[in-house]
């Protein structure tokens, strides 16, 4: 099976000519030239009117302000413990960010200057514009034209065409309700716009910030690296550069003012209980100084001994328990005061690690919860998720400060246990001593927490004056020179693989599809067995009788020489001294079979060789159209109707510088041709013939559809089988090979006639054979 396929594929590759590929397509240069030329012209017209697209980029760093400067309890300023970059990425590009870019350059009014072919857009018109409509109240695309003229400006509504006439050079103080108004002496004079044509655009503010985020383009520069590339491509240069400048600036602002958040709520936590201490503070000094008053107090002596010292430690224990209560209770409050789930204070005292923490998450967790609502609705994945997070956060923290005052009851009730201990030491002690140190231990504990806020307090202060930005600006937005579309190596390119493919690809095509024979190659592919004897050259003059003269040199006449002479070779060797018998035929009508029958006798003759020409042709005669004869001239089927009719009697000398050669007409078209030919009469005149000529040459009538042929064929000594290039199908070679191969046409070799014929292959042939009578061959 392997050594079968390597023969098939040899066989593949000997088919295969590839000089003769090549010059099959060379043939066709100048179609070649002349797309190359529309090619190469259409791309310079495209590189000479395409707007040109610039590209703009700009680079900044993420900062991690854990590096930054840091208060010595930095615990209220918001820290990204590591750096996200993804995360980054999509706050950049978000529609909040670009929703502000939007706003602050006015993005959604747009300008172009119309040019006689292109129109190109400019950052802004260059004289004086004013935007009346808000941008919010844009709830459509709006469009505009403004046309300077000598006398005046002309607004066109490209919406709904109405047209709106200015006199002068300002379109103020008119009652037309434009949504801008324009004056062309501000900027300049209007003498320098006359004839200029502009365009306004104005389009809402959600379809621009919608596609702005489509047109930036983010990436992180390296893996490692902190570092983000910002790129945009568009027509003004300025105006990209304008737009990636602000994106910037907005994102540093908008992480600068996420990092102030907390410090304001804390500095607005701590005023709200500034108010509330100080009233206690007030009342315990007023009832200590009652206190002394009414009980005659000035001085109290010192605790004495060991249990006074023990007392004083306990106390001081239990002062330190009491703080925490306090500081609890002032959380627990703030707490439950908090129904929106605002951001709480953070490190206020509270001496329980996870508390803090929890406070920590909880803050951040409310930031991210309000960025996804100010960018999402109630009702997005992300929100619900980010309000689910808050929620359970502040469960999570309730339940800790409970938890830890619990802890800290039982602590203070261990505490009071051990004082009531040491009561039986200091039993001097008045009770009026005792009630005074509980006056003056609620000042301390109001005193300490007021003085600790008060220290927090300025610590959010200047964390709030001294906030870092979020970003540092490595590039501030750059445009390339050149521009990035289009480019005129790759239009070129383009243009030349164009102009090249498409010719191939249509000739390929049409190779592909062509089902006709053009050359001696086509017919030996499919039937190398029988030998080609002859190639006729097609001229452009339709010479058909080129013997007139026998001395004639031309290209055609020396091709039926050379045919002539190769037929000798396929004639089989006689000694008896009789003429040869040389069929000429085809497939279909119209391949030049009559043509090729006339001239070769005539080349046969030119050579001193008496040549007899019949045309056996009954159903479709055309040999007399050559001889300028009558077509019903009495002939060949004359003879073979009537017994007593004499061949010789049809003879005709059709051509005086010929005088070896003659005609036996078809003569009148019968209605049985095939009857006539097998009477035997036609046998008894090729053998009566042969006596006396030595070549007979018989123009027989197609094979594909008729039989007359094969009823004859064995009377015939070889049988020229005519094919006609770009207009013999290729599969109609099978038949003439099939006929070959059973024997039903005798000693077959194949002419080519109008070999280097226009390959047009406007013929429009079908296999419909259609032969008749009275048509054309």
Same mark, same amino acid.
């Not at 902190?226 to 990636?244: N, Q």
């Not at 023990?310 to 703080?323: C, G, K, P, V």
């Given at each position: 099976m392997d050594n079968s396929f390597n023969n098939f594929s040899l066989k593949e590759e000997e088919n295969i000519d590839i000089k003769q590929e090549i010059s099959r397509y060379l043939r066709y240069w100048p179609w070649f030239a002349v797309t190359l030329a529309v090619t190469l012209i259409s791309a310079y017209m495209y590189l000479r009117y395409a707007p040109r697209v610039y590209q703009t980029y700009s680079k900044i760093k993420i900062l991690d302000e854990s590096e930054g400067l840091e208060l010595p309890t930095s615990a209220f300023i918001f820290k990204r413990k590591n750096i996200n970059l993804e995360n980054e990425i999509e706050i950049l590009t978000s529609y909040l960010i670009m929703n502000r870019v939007v706003r602050e350059l006015n993005l959604n009014t747009n300008f172009y200057e119309e040019g006689t072919i292109q129109t190109s857009q400019i950052e802004a018109l260059p004289f004086g514009f004013k935007q009346i409509i808000h941008p919010d109240s844009i709830t459509e695309r709006l469009s505009y034209k403004l046309k300077i003229k000598n006398n005046g400006i002309d607004v066109t509504n490209l919406n709904t065409e109405k047209v709106f006439s200015f006199s002068g050079s300002t379109t103020?103080?008119?009652?037309?309700?434009l949504p801008f108004e324009v004056d062309l002496n501000v900027n300049g004079s209007k003498s320098n716009f006359i004839g200029n044509t502009y365009i306004l655009? /104005?389009?809402? @503010?959600?379809?621009?910030?919608?596609? $702005?985020?489509s047109n930036i383009k983010v990436e992180s520069i390296g893996e490692l690296s902190?570092? $983000?590339?910002?790129? +945009?491509?568009?027509?003004?240069?300025?105006?990209?550069?304008? +737009?990636?400048n602000t994106l910037m600036d907005v994102f540093d602002k908008d992480g600068i003012y996420d990092r102030q958040l907390i410090s304001k709520r804390t500095l607005d936590f701590i005023d709200d209980r500034f108010v509330f201490l100080a009233q206690e503070l007030d009342s315990i000094e007023v009832g200590r100084q009652d206190f002394k008053q009414r009980n005659n107090i000035v001085d109290i002596a010192a605790d004495v001994g $060991?249990?006074?010292? *023990?007392?004083?430690?306990?106390?001081?224990?239990? /002062? *330190? @328990?009491?703080?925490?209560?306090? $500081?609890s209770k002032l959380l627990d409050n703030s707490l439950k005061n908090n129904p929106e789930s605002d951001l709480l204070p953070s490190n206020i005292g509270i001496d329980n690690s996870s508390i803090n923490v929890l406070i920590s998450d909880y803050n951040s967790a409310v930031i991210n919860r309000d960025k996804y609502l100010s960018s999402g609705g109630v009702n997005n994945p992300m929100v619900k998720q980010a309000v689910e997070q808050v929620e359970s956060l502040k469960a999570n923290i309730d339940k800790s400060i409970k938890t830890y005052s619990n802890q800290l009851e039982a602590s203070r009730k261990q505490l009071t246990l051990r004082n009531r201990r040491f009561s039986g030491t200091v039993a001097q002690i008045p009770e009026k001593?005792?009630?005074?140190?509980? +006056?003056?231990? *609620?000042?301390? @504990?109001k005193e300490s927490l007021y003085l600790l806020l008060l220290q927090k307090r300025e610590e959010a202060a200047i964390n709030l004056a001294i906030t870092e930005p979020s970003i540092k600006v490595v590039e501030y937005a750059l445009s390339g020179s050149n521009p990035v579309s289009p480019k005129s190596n790759i239009v070129y390119a383009a243009a030349i693989l164009g102009g090249l493919l498409i010719p191939f690809g249509i000739l390929y095509l049409i190779f592909m599809l062509d089902t006709k024979l053009h050359s001696k190659e086509d017919v030996t592919k499919i039937n190398s067995n029988i030998p080609v004897i002859g190639e006729i050259p097609d001229v452009k003059k339709k010479e058909h009788i080129i013997f007139d003269d026998p001395n004639a040199r031309t290209a055609l006449a020396e091709s039926f020489r050379i045919l002539s002479s190769n037929v000798d070779y396929i004639l089989p060797i006689k000694d008896d001294g009789k003429g040869k018998v040389i069929y000429c035929t085809s497939t279909i009508k119209g391949e030049g079979k009559t043509y090729v029958s006339v001239n070769l006798s005539l080349a046969l003759s030119s050579i001193n060789k008496k040549v007899l020409l019949i045309g056996a042709d009954l159903r479709n005669p055309q040999i007399h159209t050559h001889i300028h004869e009558e077509k019903h001239k009495p002939?060949?089927?004359?003879?073979?109707?009537?017994?007593?009719?004499?061949?010789?009697?049809?003879l005709i000398n059709g051509f005086d510088k010929h005088p070896n050669h003659q005609i036996i007409l078809s003569g009148v078209i019968p209605p049985n041709p095939a009857h006539l030919l097998t009477n035997g009469r036609f046998k008894k005149l090729i053998e009566e013939a042969k006596e006396e000529y030595d070549y007979i040459i018989v123009d027989t009538a197609p094979t594909i559809l008729v039989t007359d042929t094969m009823l004859i064929s064995q009377l015939a000594d070889a049988t020229i089988y005519l094919a006609r290039a770009n207009y013999t199908e290729k599969n109609l070679l099978k038949f003439s090979k099939d006929l070959t191969e059973t024997g039903k046409l005798k000693n077959v070799a194949y002419v080519i006639n109008s070999v280097g014929a226009s390959r047009s292959y406007g013929y429009s042939y079908n296999y419909g054979y259609n032969y008749g009578y009275g048509t054309k061959d």
């Open positions: 103020r103080d008119s009652d037309y309700n655009k /104005f389009n809402t @503010i959600k379809s621009t910030a919608l596609s $702005l985020k902190d570092l $983000l590339k910002l790129t +945009i491509k568009g027509e003004s240069k300025e105006l990209s550069e304008k +737009i990636l $060991l249990g006074l010292e *023990q007392r004083a430690q306990s106390d001081e224990e239990l /002062f *330190q @328990i009491e703080h925490q209560l306090a $500081l001593e005792k009630l005074l140190r509980a +006056i003056d231990r *609620q000042q301390k @504990i002939g060949l089927s004359n003879y073979l109707h009537d017994t007593n009719y004499d061949w010789r009697d049809a």
